[in-house]
DNA sequence: CGAGAATGTAACATTAACGATTACATTAAA
DNA sequence: TTTAATGTAATCGTTAATGTTACATTCTCG
């Protein structure tokens, strides 16, 4: 979803973009996309001022935004996390298993990061604009 | 979770383990457990027998099995999922940026597959052993 | 062959996370 | 000053995951 927003805000170019509107694109409450713009301000993606006339938009272009800093703005980094269950002390495998997994699964996620990297916004939007037309030309 | 699991039935080589036994080691109840031993049996991982002195262990060796295969044994694949929320027909890049945003994720996940299986699961024994010991010694 | 021990599986309760909704104080531009 | 927008809190519903109980089934051993 927050790719979906901030790929509406590249589409817009420059023009503040309210959160009612990003709603009614994602069909969705207001409240939730202003909490996503929290996220992405935190990250430095986008912009937001207040009052009337306001809106958000992006702080660079989306030739230089990637989508692993969408990813890192937004995910809570838990993808494999470890249940919080204490494993019981007796078994000589759980006591020590956790370190071991927490470093493994910490280099899969980089490697996911490393190929979300690869692909941009601006990507993306155009992607996305290429397939629109396929799909206009296909129903024509 | 999963990986625990199998990391002990690596631990007992080839001696049948009961699902109770499992729970206990990983502080949980024996029916998670063993729907957890199903999703391992459908992908060939385990081999359970039932009846008295019955239990799970390893179709291979655990050289043989790595980190990727446990995942998608026990993963749903729906790591990024779109949201059901079908996109407002009137948005210009809702309408089609669905298909392209698959396909990155898609390719985000093969990069974390490939990751995950640089490790085997006698690794991950292995190395818990390592830390194990580690921990050992600081505490003698 | 029968008893006991284990799995397979269904039904249901509990919990956590997420989205949705409502409400309201705050801010800033016109 | 008015008004449109954000920031934020409180609450609710839904869904998925876990936990729990229960029971039929299956297999092995005496």
């Known amino acids: 979803m927050a790719v979906h927003v901030l790929a509406v805000l590249a589409y817009k170019e420059g023009d503040p ?5 990003l709603a009614s694109s994602v069909n969705t409450n207001p409240v939730i996309i202003r909490r996503l713009l929290l996220s992405l301000k935190r990250a430095r ?5 207040k009052g009337v006339g306001a809106g958000s938009r992006l702080t660079r272009s989306p ?3 990637n ?6 703005a937004v995910e809570s980094h838990e993808t494999f996390k470890s249940p919080a269950n204490k494993p019981n002390a007796g078994c000589p495998v759980g006591n ?13 996620e980089n490697a996911m990061e490393q190929d979300l990297r ?7 939007v155009q992607k996305a604009r ?11």
């Open 17 to 21: 973009v309210t959160s009612s509107s």
């Open 130 to 140: 290429e397939a629109c037309l396929g799909a206009t030309k296909r129903a024509s």
């Open 45 to 49: 993606l986008i912009d937001t001022r």
């Open 96 to 108: 020590c298993i956790r370190k071991t997994l927490d470093k493994v699964f910490e280099s899969a």
């Open 118 to 124: 690869k692909t941009t916004l601006a990507d993306v």
């Open 63 to 65: 030739q230089r935004i």
């Open 67 to 72: 989508l692993a800093e969408i990813y890192r």
